[in-house]
């Protein structure tokens, strides 16, 4: 039996306490996201998407932003970075110490109304002066691609599209960017095909995969995408999320089934999955659900059960 030809170790960057957290409509008080993002540092987690700085009046659950920041400053080891959709938002998360910036665009005009109210055209032009800004305050900046294999709105989207947003962003001197199947609308034939074609005409850029599990599809594009060579994903502590601009969404893929995943098939993640599981169990109760995760479903692999006596009657 041949073993598939994947990568020995992958990143993974949580971004419950972003996507997580801004799904959520009831207030979860500051102390509380603080706490749950020291529990996740624990866990051995390299990379973190930690807040976004939108305005308040947009997402309320993150106006509380500058004061997660702050307050979780003391943590090594890890590197933070931030959602931030305009200048003002950019600014204020280099003010408060993030030393790297997430982009926000839509690869269609229907998302990007929805989501930035103005096309993807002119939201690409507005990204030029928070690159600027960034390169003078030294910070790192990523580009990302939302709705990237499905619009709920529009449908597929043409590979074409996808190409002329990652040129614009080689233009602009973006080396990362982050394909996002916010809908859960990818096929594992979709994301190999995409990436091989991607890879091949832009040798130079990093991709990375932000994969929601609305379909039950993430586990199998993972692993489409490791087999293009991927090492970049994010996940969400016990599957929590959703864009509130795609209608249907749902939760991304859980960090503790990814986690689990991975080692179950060899790949280093830096994560122990016995801790993530337990902050996953934490996060369920003081939230009162998840978000979809197999974990808090059935438990790892590892965990065996007695049997009772009437099974052992029957064998």
């Not at 509380?32 to 051995?44: F, N, P």
Request: glycine share 10%; charged share 20%; proline share 4%.
């Amino acid at each position: 039996m041949t073993d598939l030809l994947l990568p020995s170790k992958v990143i993974i960057c949580e971004v419950g306490p972003r996507d997580g957290f801004q799904a959520e409509t009831v207030w979860i008080p500051t102390e509380q996201k603080i706490r749950i993002i020291k529990e996740l540092a624990k866990t051995g987690v390299q990379s973190m998407e930690i807040t976004s700085f939108v305005h308040p009046r947009a997402i309320p659950q993150l106006k509380d932003a500058e004061e997660v920041v702050r307050n979780t400053q003391d943590l090594t080891g890890i590197k933070f970075r931030a959602l931030v959709p305009n200048i003002r938002g950019a600014e204020r998360a280099i003010d408060v110490g993030i030393t790297k910036l997430k982009l926000m665009l839509s690869a269609t005009d229907s998302h990007s109304i929805s989501n930035a109210n103005r096309t993807t055209e002119d939201a690409l032009n507005k990204l030029e002066p928070i690159i600027d800004l960034a390169e003078k305050r030294g910070v790192g900046v990523g580009g990302s691609i939302a709705v990237a294999f499905g619009c709920p709105f529009e449908g597929k989207v043409p590979f074409s599209r996808i190409a002329e947003i990652v040129q614009r962003y080689s233009e602009m001197g973006i080396t990362e960017v982050s394909l996002a199947d916010s809908s859960g609308r990818a096929n594992p034939n979709q994301v190999y095909s995409m990436l091989g074609e991607l890879k091949d005409r832009y040798s130079k850029m990093t991709f990375s995969m932000h994969l929601h599990n609305t379909r039950g599809m993430a586990l199998a594009n993972v692993v489409a995408a490791l087999q293009q060579g991927i090492t970049l994903f994010d996940s969400s502590i016990a599957g929590l999320g959703g864009c509130p601009y795609a209608p249907g969404a749902t939760g991304n893929i859980a960090t503790e089934d990814l986690v689990h995943a991975l080692y179950e098939m060899g790949i280093e993640t830096g994560i122990d999955v016995d801790s993530v599981i337990n902050v996953a169990k934490d996060v369920k109760q003081k939230l009162g659900h998840d978000g979809g995760s197999y974990m808090l479903q059935a438990g790892p692999n590892s965990q065996l059960h007695i049997k009772t006596e009437s099974q052992e009657k029957l064998g």
